[in-house]
T-cell receptor, first 113, second 111 residues
């Protein structure tokens, strides 16, 4: 596989569930990101990992918990979410100095019921 | 505070005509700008970029213009094709740091 792969593509979960989103990149990039895309809002940066260390956490609620076990994998663990957390969650990767910015995955469409 | 703004949520253009998508930014330190294109059920993909040392960059049917004094950039697509129908995001960064994205403009090219 090439590029950035996200699984699952769609997820419906109850507010008391625990689930995880997975992202895998096969590009040899050294940074990975989680973004949230809600309707009529800009892409919101949630977490940044550079060389497997978290470098940014944009005031994201603790019910979202990222994990980066190695430079190729990124997880977003979800716990007791709210209906307003329903959105498209996009993973991206990049390499320092890359003029093309980020390579995005196809996203996970999350619905919290 | 939103640093990158796309004030037109949608745009419809006739096939063959020019599509102009606009983007404004507030941070004068931004020195690199990108346009991404996003189809439904797919992630955004890189389309074209421009550095602040230029005021124009062209790639086939796509041209990006940068007006630094107005803190404004625009994407021109000519001629527009039905396959160009997608959501277009502009993004900006300063000194290689994180990119800030706009809200996107949904372009529909009518055959």
């Amino acid at each position: 596989e090439t590029g950035v792969t996200q699984t699952p593509r769609h997820l419906v979960m109850g507010m008391t569930n625990k689930k995880s989103l997975k992202c895998e990149q096969h590009l040899g990039h050294n940074a990975m990101y989680w973004y949230k895309q809600s309707a009529k809002k800009p892409l919101e940066l949630m977490f940044v990992y550079s060389l497997e260390e978290r470098v940014e956490n944009n005031s994201v609620p603790s019910r979202f918990s990222p994990e980066c076990p190695n430079s190729s994998h990124l997880f977003l663990h979800l716990h007791t979410l709210q209906p307003e957390d329903s959105a498209l969650y996009l993973c991206a990767s990049s390499q320092d100095g890359d003029p093309y910015g980020y390579t995005f995955g196809s996203g996970t469409r999350l619905t919290v019921v | 505070d939103q640093q990158v703004k796309q004030n037109s949520p949608s745009l419809s253009v006739q096939e063959g005509r020019i599509s102009i998508l606009n983007c404004d930014y507030t941070n004068s330190m931004f020195d690199y700008f990108l346009w991404y294109k996003k189809y439904p059920a797919e992630g955004p993909t890189f389309l074209i970029s421009i550095s602040s040392i230029k005021d124009k960059n062209e790639d086939g049917r796509f041209t990006v213009f940068l007006n630094k004094s107005a803190k404004h950039l625009s994407l021109h697509i000519v001629p527009s094709q039905p396959g160009d129908s997608a959501v277009y995001f502009c993004a900006a960064s300063a000194f290689g740091n994180q990119f800030y994205f706009g809200t996107g403009t949904s372009l529909t090219v009518i055959p």
